[in-house]
């Protein structure tokens, strides 16, 4: 059951610093058993740092929230459209501690309906990240197909999925 005081909104510059030791938390809980905690802060450095998560504020194209409870953010997601119409979700993390109960449902539900033209849904999910293939498998989503993160060989392997969001 979804907190009933969950708020979910545009990012701003002042919650970056939450935003970024969010990342890191759920980074480092989900990944430090598959690359190791070096790697993991190797890669929450470059992908999660402050000017990153700035650069990302305010685009036009594309939606970066985040999900409070209190004062507390717990949660954040981004997503962009894509040339061919799609939505493509580019983050969606929780804090381990508010894990199962609904917010990241609701802020996937969310982060999807900023794309109402959108005709598919598209993400990336790390290929040994079982609990969230099983999460985006109860959202909808299947698998298309296995790849390198932006074809680079350094980076973790995903599963590419997609969800049909509504009819043709």
């Known amino acids: 059951m979804t907190p009933a005081d969950l708020v979910i909104r545009d990012a ?11 990342l890191v938390e759920t980074w480092h809980a989900t990944y430090d058993g598959i690359y190791g905690w070096q790697r993991v802060a190797e890669i929450t450095n470059a992908w ?5 998560l700035h650069s990302q504020l305010g685009r036009d194209e594309g939606v970066f929230l985040v999900a409070s409870v209190g004062a507390e953010i717990v949660a954040t997601a981004s997503a962009r459209p894509e040339r061919d119409g799609a939505a493509l979700l580019t983050r969606l993390y929780v804090l381990p501690a508010w894990q199962g109960v609904g917010i990241g449902r609701t802020l996937l539900q ?5 794309f109402p033209k959108a005709p598919v849904a598209r993400l990336e999910v790390e290929s040994q990240n079982e609990p969230a293939i099983a999460f985006y498998e109860r959202m909808g989503f299947f698998l298309q197909r296995q790849a390198r993160f932006d074809g680079r060989d350094d980076t973790p392997n995903t599963l590419l999925m997609a969800k049909r969001l509504f009819a043709e």
């Open 12 to 22: 701003e510059a002042a919650d970056i610093p939450a935003v970024r030791a969010l």
């Open 110 to 114: 969310v982060a999807l309906a900023c």
């Open 48 to 52: 999660h740092s402050p000017e990153n």
